[in-house]
Each structure stands twice: as structure tokens, then as C-alpha cells.
């Protein structure tokens, strides 16, 4: 069983940076495409980030790009999303998301385990 857990979460003032971690507290999944989601009170979850893998090919939600970057470190079994530049509308409940295939969705029912979720708050 592959068990996502997500830490890094915080209050930080616009234009700072945050690192999210997400580690498995079970099965490796480093075969597993990995994604970061997020959810804004009264919004619906949305696609952030995703990669392979192997780290090699990923994918970007509009609003994070050239912003945020996602990676994984499979000899440590962890996936990162490093974020810069961070604006207000950035605060959400952000959630690690493994799927059991070779290719990336964006697509939330496509996604097999989930985390809990790490709060980010980004204040004016």
C-alpha cells in the first residue's frame, strides 16, 4: 500500500517560497506517477503538478508554471514541489497524489492514493 504524507506547509508572506515534501509512509512508489492537487476553500480540487517516474517528463498547470517545480528523489522515495513566487491565490490545502501508471494525468480520478494535504497560506 502506497501511503502519501505531505509536509512543508506554512504561513508565508507573498513573493516568498515554500518546499512541499510528500513521502510514503508505505510501498515505495517509485514507480508510480506522482502529482501535486490543490484545493481552495468553496473550489473544487485542481491539477498543480505531475511527473513520471523517472523525473523526466512532467507537466504544469497554467497557473504554476515557470513558478513551481516538481521532482522526486526515488533513492529517497520523496517528491518535492518547490514554489516561488507565491501570490495569495496560491493558498489552497495542497495534496500528494500517486497513480499506478507510466503516464502523467492531470486528472484527479485518475490519481489511486492520496494524502491528507498540507496547508499553504500565502498573505498579502
Known amino acids: 500500500q502506497v501511503q502519501p504524507v505531505e509536509s512543508g506547509g506554512g504561513t508565508v508572506q507573498a513573493g516568498g517560497s515554500l518546499r512541499l515534501t510528500c513521502a510514503s509512509s508505505?510501498?515505495?512508489?517509485?514507480?508510480?506517477?506522482m502529482a501535486w492537487f490543490r484545493q481552495a476553500p468553496g473550489k473544487e480540487r485542481e491539477f498543480v503538478a505531475a511527473l513520471d517516474w523517472g523525473g523526466h517528463n512532467t507537466n504544469y498547470a497554467d497557473s504554476a508554471k515557470g513558478r513551481f517545480t516538481i521532482s522526486r528523489d526515488n533513492a529517497k522515495n520523496e517528491v518535492y514541489l518547490q514554489m516561488n513566487s507565491l501570490k495569495p491565490e496560491d493558498t489552497a490545502v495542497y495534496y500528494c497524489?500517486?497513480?499506478?501508471?507510466?503516464?502523467?494525468?492531470?486528472?484527479?480520478?485518475?490519481?489511486?492514493?492520496w494524502g491528507k494535504g498540507t496547508q499553504v497560506t500565502v498573505s498579502e
Open positions: 497524489a500517486a497513480r499506478a501508471s507510466s503516464f502523467i494525468s492531470t486528472f484527479s480520478d485518475s490519481y489511486d492514493y
Open positions: 508505505g510501498r515505495t512508489f517509485i514507480t508510480f506517477v
